[in-house]
């Protein structure tokens, strides 16, 4: 499977990110969330381009490529984190969670409209197993659905502009490097969150100085390892799979999450999460072809095989 390599390779960026949600919980304890998400993606856009340097791929985007990147910035950085923050202040964990569970599902609607993308029938029960295993983890830590609120609308809006953001990333991954894409995009997007913290969080910055060495220490896991390097493979993996096929593995991220959240934050790990985890894997094994082309490759090595014997049969007839 020429595509097995991607594939690890996402598995260990989503248990990065599912790690990663419990920092930021630890971390918006001790800062306001929207500064402290500014200046996260700021310096991950630091690192990503130290990175750029040293692999010598830093260029300015071409007239056309800026759209993209301005478009990125305020989708997948902007919008994206700005309504999913002050969505979840709004709104249950168990709505936040289903409905930021529907991403995988609205990438690949978008890719089917925009990009043309293929989604068999077989990828389609992938996603729907997908959205069920999150469904199944979600509500075992709730029990229960809050009533639809503003905060559903706005936590809604930031997975369409992240769904819409993974798009524009394929689109502009045809003429620019997706890592390149990446730096440029969370540069900007964290001008426009500064922007919007000076606004909404006056005091953000003062609060600032109340961190010590250990909160620190997670902001730079977070900055660094989980959103810069995260995101450039993720961004990469866009470029080599298709959209689609990339967010579905963003389901794992739910699982990882609450493996991380019960390692670091002492919350409970039932049974009835790994009934949750299976559907998810399954939907994962569907959605990003894996089992279409685990099984095309068996009736390949099965039709040769068969042409080697009925060959063999032949020659031994001949003589």
């Known amino acids: 499977m020429k595509n097995i390599k991607v594939f690890i390779t996402l598995i260990l960026v989503m248990f990065i990110w599912g790690v990663n949600v419990s920092a930021l919980k630890f971390l918006v304890n001790y800062f306001s969330p929207?500064?402290?998400?500014?200046?996260?993606?700021?310096?991950?856009?630091?690192?990503?381009?130290i990175i750029l340097f040293i692999l010598k791929i830093i260029r300015l985007p071409r007239k056309k490529e800026w759209l993209y990147v301005f478009g990125g910035a305020i989708t997948s950085v902007a919008a994206h984190h700005y309504f999913l923050s002050e969505g979840l202040t709004k709104t249950s964990a168990a709505n936040g969670g289903l409905i930021l569970g529907l991403g995988p599902l609205l990438t690949a609607v978008l890719s089917v409209l925009i990009l043309k993308e293929k989604v068999t029938m077989i990828r389609f029960v992938g996603f729907l197993f997908g959205g069920i295993?999150?469904?199944v983890i979600v509500l075992a830590g709730s029990k229960t659905l809050g009533e639809i609120s503003i905060g559903d609308i706005e936590i809604f809006v930031a997975i369409v502009s992240q769904a819409f953001s993974f798009i524009l990333i394929k689109k502009a991954s045809e003429t620019m490097d997706p890592r390149l894409l990446t730096g440029y995009m969370f540069f900007i997007g964290s001008l426009i969150l500064l922007l919007i913290a000076l606004v909404k969080e006056p005091n953000g910055f003062s609060e600032l100085s109340k961190g010590n060495a250990s909160v620190w220490l997670i902001f730079l896991f977070s900055a660094l390892l989980a959103t810069a390097v995260g995101h450039m493979i993720y961004n990469s993996a866009i470029e080599k799979i298709g959209a689609a096929r990339s967010s579905i593995f963003l389901n794992l991220n739910t699982f990882f999450s609450l493996i991380g959240a019960g390692l670091f934050l002492g919350e409970a790990i039932l049974l009835v999460h790994f009934v949750g985890l299976t559907f998810i894997i399954a939907g994962v094994l569907l959605?990003?072809?894996?089992?279409?082309?685990?099984?095309?490759?068996?009736?390949?090595?099965?039709e040769q095989t068969d042409s080697l014997q009925a060959d063999d049969h032949k020659g031994k007839q001949d003589i």
Not at 34 to 49: E, G, K, N, Q
Not at 287 to 302: A, F, N
Request: aromatic residues 2%; without cysteine.
């Open 34 to 49: 929207i500064t402290i998400t500014s200046i996260r993606i700021l310096t991950a856009s630091s690192l990503v381009f």
């Open 133 to 135: 295993g999150v469904s």
């Open 287 to 302: 959605g990003s072809g894996s089992l279409e082309t685990l099984l095309r490759s068996t009736t390949i090595k099965q």
